[in-house]
Nanobody, 123 residues
């Protein structure tokens, strides 16, 4: 059974940086896509970044050039490095997984979720 657990959220000033991590276990590393999503009262849930089993990445336009998603070679840890943070980036960030390869950019079809971690950016 796939299990995801996020860590690393917190509060930061506008323009600051944060790094989120997700411990992932119980999944087929050669088939599962991993990603980060966020949810806020204003925007609802939205996709942030995705990485496929072979390190190809996909980013939402709102974070392109500011966020970097990565996964380690064993596939046990998913990371989201966030820089130049804005108040609009605030929300609960979720690690997600799905057996979608090669179609990892099907943002709406992720079906395994972590518990979420809060990110608050203040101006």
């Amino acid at each position: 059974q796939v299990h995801l657990a996020e860590s690393g959220g917190g509060s930061v000033q506008d323009g600051g940086s944060l790094k989120l991590s997700c411990a992932a276990s119980g999944y087929n590393h050669g088939r599962y896509c991993l990603g980060w999503f966020r949810q806020s009262p204003l925007k609802g849930r939205e996709g942030v970044a995705i990485i496929d089993p072979f390190q190809s990445t996909y980013y939402a336009d709102a974070v392109q050039g500011r966020f970097i998603v990565s996964r380690d070679s064993p596939g046990d840890t998913l990371t989201l490095q966030m820089t130049s943070l804005k108040a609009a980036d605030s929300g609960v960030y979720y690690c997600a997984a799905a057996d979608l390869y090669p179609d990892c950019d099907q943002w709406d079809n992720y079906n395994v979720w972590g518990q979420g971690t809060q990110v608050t950016v203040s101006s």
